[in-house]
T-cell receptor, first 114, second 116 residues
Framework: DGGITQSPKYLFRKEGQNVTLSCEQNLNHDAMYWYRQDPGQGLRLIYYSQIVNDFQKGDIAEGYSVSREKKESFPLTVTSAQKNPTAFYLC?????????????FGPGTRLTVT | AQKITQTQPGMFVQEKEAVTLDCTYDTSDPSYGLFWYKQPSSGEMIFLIYQGSYDQQNATEGRYSLNFQKARKSANLVISASQLGDSAMYFCAMSPHSGGSYIPTFGRGTSLIVHP
Protein backbone atom coordinates (compact mmCIF):
# COMPACT_ATOMS: atom_id res chain seq x y z
CA ASP A 1 0.00 0.00 0.00
CA GLY A 2 1.21 3.49 -0.80
CA GLY A 3 1.70 5.93 1.97
CA ILE A 4 4.01 7.90 4.21
CA THR A 5 5.95 6.44 7.08
CA GLN A 6 7.46 8.38 9.93
CA SER A 7 9.67 6.88 12.55
CA PRO A 8 9.79 6.67 15.42
CA LYS A 9 6.31 7.53 16.72
CA TYR A 10 7.73 8.72 20.06
CA LEU A 11 11.19 10.18 20.54
CA PHE A 12 12.89 11.36 23.71
CA ARG A 13 16.08 13.38 23.76
CA LYS A 14 18.15 15.36 26.18
CA GLU A 15 18.51 19.07 25.69
CA GLY A 16 21.51 19.99 23.56
CA GLN A 17 21.34 16.91 21.33
CA ASN A 18 20.50 16.96 17.65
CA VAL A 19 17.84 14.50 16.56
CA THR A 20 16.73 13.36 13.11
CA LEU A 21 13.14 12.47 12.28
CA SER A 22 12.59 10.10 9.40
CA CYS A 23 10.00 10.54 6.63
CA GLU A 24 9.62 8.15 3.70
CA GLN A 25 6.93 8.05 1.00
CA ASN A 26 6.19 5.58 -1.79
CA LEU A 27 3.50 7.66 -3.48
CA ASN A 28 5.89 8.96 -6.13
CA HIS A 29 5.07 12.50 -5.02
CA ASP A 30 7.38 15.32 -5.98
CA ALA A 31 6.62 17.62 -3.04
CA MET A 32 7.26 16.90 0.62
CA TYR A 33 6.67 18.99 3.72
CA TRP A 34 7.46 19.14 7.41
CA TYR A 35 5.03 20.67 9.88
CA ARG A 36 5.12 21.30 13.58
CA GLN A 37 1.97 21.12 15.68
CA ASP A 38 1.70 22.44 19.22
CA PRO A 39 -1.35 21.97 21.50
CA GLY A 40 -4.24 24.20 20.44
CA GLN A 41 -2.41 25.30 17.31
CA GLY A 42 -2.75 24.55 13.67
CA LEU A 43 0.07 23.23 11.54
CA ARG A 44 3.08 25.46 11.03
CA LEU A 45 5.35 24.85 8.09
CA ILE A 46 9.01 24.18 8.85
CA TYR A 47 10.47 23.24 5.46
CA TYR A 48 9.23 22.02 2.12
CA SER A 49 10.76 20.50 -0.96
CA GLN A 50 9.26 20.47 -4.42
CA ILE A 51 11.98 18.44 -6.15
CA VAL A 52 15.01 16.39 -5.24
CA ASN A 53 18.04 18.36 -4.07
CA ASP A 54 15.97 21.48 -3.50
CA PHE A 55 14.12 22.71 -0.43
CA GLN A 56 12.75 25.95 0.95
CA LYS A 57 12.31 27.40 4.41
CA GLY A 58 8.83 27.63 5.81
CA ASP A 59 7.51 29.93 8.49
CA ILE A 60 9.48 28.46 11.42
CA ALA A 61 12.71 27.04 9.93
CA GLU A 62 15.08 28.36 12.60
CA GLY A 63 16.74 25.53 14.50
CA TYR A 64 15.81 22.90 11.91
CA SER A 65 17.55 21.45 8.86
CA VAL A 66 16.48 19.08 6.07
CA SER A 67 17.85 17.21 3.10
CA ARG A 68 16.24 15.81 -0.04
CA GLU A 69 18.72 13.48 -1.65
CA LYS A 70 16.08 11.00 -2.81
CA LYS A 71 12.53 11.56 -4.01
CA GLU A 72 11.21 9.15 -1.39
CA SER A 73 12.94 10.61 1.64
CA PHE A 74 12.84 13.96 3.45
CA PRO A 75 14.47 13.70 6.90
CA LEU A 76 14.21 16.55 9.39
CA THR A 77 16.96 17.33 11.89
CA VAL A 78 16.02 19.20 15.03
CA THR A 79 19.18 20.92 16.14
CA SER A 80 20.21 22.10 19.57
CA ALA A 81 19.59 25.63 18.32
CA GLN A 82 15.82 25.02 18.35
CA LYS A 83 14.75 26.67 21.59
CA ASN A 84 11.53 24.76 22.17
CA PRO A 85 11.69 21.49 20.22
CA THR A 86 9.08 19.50 22.16
CA ALA A 87 6.17 19.14 19.74
CA PHE A 88 4.31 16.84 17.37
CA TYR A 89 5.95 16.70 13.93
CA LEU A 90 4.05 15.77 10.80
CA CYS A 91 5.48 14.95 7.41
CA UNK A 92 3.36 15.27 4.28
CA UNK A 93 3.63 14.85 0.55
CA UNK A 94 1.65 15.93 -2.48
CA UNK A 95 1.84 15.76 -6.22
CA UNK A 96 3.24 19.25 -6.04
CA UNK A 97 1.14 20.80 -8.73
CA UNK A 98 -2.09 20.76 -10.66
CA UNK A 99 -5.52 21.98 -9.75
CA UNK A 100 -6.08 19.56 -6.90
CA UNK A 101 -3.10 18.74 -4.75
CA UNK A 102 -4.23 17.55 -1.37
CA UNK A 103 -1.55 16.51 1.05
CA UNK A 104 -1.04 13.02 2.37
CA PHE A 105 0.28 12.86 5.91
CA GLY A 106 2.33 10.42 7.90
CA PRO A 107 1.36 9.26 11.39
CA GLY A 108 3.60 11.86 13.03
CA THR A 109 6.47 11.80 15.52
CA ARG A 110 6.01 13.14 19.01
CA LEU A 111 9.32 14.58 20.18
CA THR A 112 9.99 15.29 23.84
CA VAL A 113 13.17 17.09 24.84
CA THR A 114 14.08 17.35 28.50
CA ALA B 1 -0.51 36.50 2.77
CA GLN B 2 -3.19 33.92 3.36
CA LYS B 3 -5.16 33.61 6.57
CA ILE B 4 -7.58 30.93 7.74
CA THR B 5 -9.93 31.48 10.67
CA GLN B 6 -11.82 28.75 12.47
CA THR B 7 -13.83 30.46 15.19
CA GLN B 8 -15.21 27.36 16.91
CA PRO B 9 -12.65 25.79 19.25
CA GLY B 10 -15.07 23.00 20.12
CA MET B 11 -18.36 21.64 18.84
CA PHE B 12 -20.71 19.00 20.17
CA VAL B 13 -23.27 17.06 18.14
CA GLN B 14 -25.64 14.20 18.77
CA GLU B 15 -25.04 11.01 16.84
CA LYS B 16 -26.97 10.94 13.52
CA GLU B 17 -27.41 14.73 13.51
CA ALA B 18 -25.73 17.08 11.03
CA VAL B 19 -23.06 19.57 12.08
CA THR B 20 -21.44 22.57 10.40
CA LEU B 21 -17.85 23.56 11.09
CA ASP B 22 -17.01 27.13 10.16
CA CYS B 23 -14.06 28.35 8.15
CA THR B 24 -13.36 31.80 6.76
CA TYR B 25 -10.34 32.78 4.75
CA ASP B 26 -8.56 35.80 3.44
CA THR B 27 -6.46 35.89 0.31
CA SER B 28 -5.59 38.24 -2.52
CA ASP B 29 -5.05 35.39 -4.96
CA PRO B 30 -7.79 35.11 -7.58
CA SER B 31 -7.42 31.34 -7.78
CA TYR B 32 -7.07 29.02 -4.81
CA GLY B 33 -8.03 25.70 -3.37
CA LEU B 34 -9.77 24.99 -0.08
CA PHE B 35 -9.29 21.79 1.89
CA TRP B 36 -10.63 20.13 4.99
CA TYR B 37 -8.66 17.57 6.99
CA LYS B 38 -9.60 15.37 9.91
CA GLN B 39 -7.15 14.58 12.71
CA PRO B 40 -8.23 11.74 15.01
CA SER B 41 -6.57 11.27 18.38
CA SER B 42 -3.95 9.06 16.68
CA GLY B 43 -2.50 12.22 15.13
CA GLU B 44 -2.53 11.45 11.41
CA MET B 45 -4.17 14.09 9.22
CA ILE B 46 -6.72 12.70 6.79
CA PHE B 47 -7.85 14.59 3.69
CA LEU B 48 -11.64 14.93 3.50
CA ILE B 49 -12.71 17.30 0.76
CA TYR B 50 -11.48 19.86 -1.75
CA GLN B 51 -13.11 22.95 -3.30
CA GLY B 52 -11.58 24.99 -6.09
CA SER B 53 -12.30 28.70 -6.07
CA TYR B 54 -13.72 28.56 -9.60
CA ASP B 55 -15.80 25.45 -9.08
CA GLN B 56 -19.42 26.21 -9.82
CA GLN B 57 -20.84 23.59 -7.49
CA ASN B 58 -20.19 22.91 -3.84
CA ALA B 59 -17.99 19.87 -3.31
CA THR B 60 -19.40 16.71 -1.79
CA GLU B 61 -17.65 13.52 -0.66
CA GLY B 62 -19.98 11.01 0.92
CA ARG B 63 -21.26 12.46 4.20
CA TYR B 64 -19.05 15.54 3.80
CA SER B 65 -20.05 18.62 1.89
CA LEU B 66 -18.48 22.01 1.62
CA ASN B 67 -20.71 25.07 1.81
CA PHE B 68 -18.64 27.46 -0.30
CA GLN B 69 -19.67 31.12 -0.32
CA LYS B 70 -17.02 32.92 -2.32
CA ALA B 71 -18.31 36.45 -1.75
CA ARG B 72 -18.26 35.88 2.01
CA LYS B 73 -14.93 34.03 1.81
CA SER B 74 -16.29 31.13 3.76
CA ALA B 75 -15.87 27.39 3.27
CA ASN B 76 -17.84 25.62 5.94
CA LEU B 77 -17.72 21.84 6.30
CA VAL B 78 -21.03 20.07 6.75
CA ILE B 79 -21.00 16.55 8.15
CA SER B 80 -24.32 14.79 7.77
CA ALA B 81 -25.52 11.89 9.91
CA SER B 82 -22.70 12.21 12.44
CA GLN B 83 -21.07 9.04 13.69
CA LEU B 84 -19.08 8.42 16.87
CA GLY B 85 -15.99 7.95 14.70
CA ASP B 86 -16.32 11.54 13.50
CA SER B 87 -15.03 12.74 16.87
CA ALA B 88 -11.73 14.42 15.99
CA MET B 89 -10.03 17.72 15.24
CA TYR B 90 -10.94 19.28 11.91
CA PHE B 91 -8.68 21.67 10.05
CA CYS B 92 -9.49 24.00 7.21
CA ALA B 93 -6.66 24.88 4.81
CA MET B 94 -6.19 27.04 1.74
CA SER B 95 -3.60 26.96 -1.02
CA PRO B 96 -3.06 29.60 -3.66
CA HIS B 97 -2.96 28.38 -7.23
CA SER B 98 -0.62 31.13 -8.31
CA GLY B 99 3.13 31.32 -7.84
CA GLY B 100 3.76 27.62 -8.35
CA SER B 101 4.40 26.74 -4.71
CA TYR B 102 0.90 25.66 -3.62
CA ILE B 103 1.86 25.87 0.03
CA PRO B 104 -1.26 25.59 2.20
CA THR B 105 -2.11 27.69 5.23
CA PHE B 106 -3.97 25.90 8.00
CA GLY B 107 -6.48 27.16 10.53
CA ARG B 108 -6.21 26.35 14.24
CA GLY B 109 -8.82 23.65 14.03
CA THR B 110 -12.16 22.76 15.61
CA SER B 111 -12.59 19.88 18.02
CA LEU B 112 -15.74 17.90 17.28
CA ILE B 113 -17.25 15.53 19.82
CA VAL B 114 -20.10 13.27 18.77
CA HIS B 115 -22.35 12.12 21.61
CA PRO B 116 -24.23 8.79 21.47
Amino acid sequence: DGGITQSPKYLFRKEGQNVTLSCEQNLNHDAMYWYRQDPGQGLRLIYYSQIVNDFQKGDIAEGYSVSREKKESFPLTVTSAQKNPTAFYLCASSTGGGVRYEQYFGPGTRLTVT
Amino acid sequence: AQKITQTQPGMFVQEKEAVTLDCTYDTSDPSYGLFWYKQPSSGEMIFLIYQGSYDQQNATEGRYSLNFQKARKSANLVISASQLGDSAMYFCAMSPHSGGSYIPTFGRGTSLIVHP
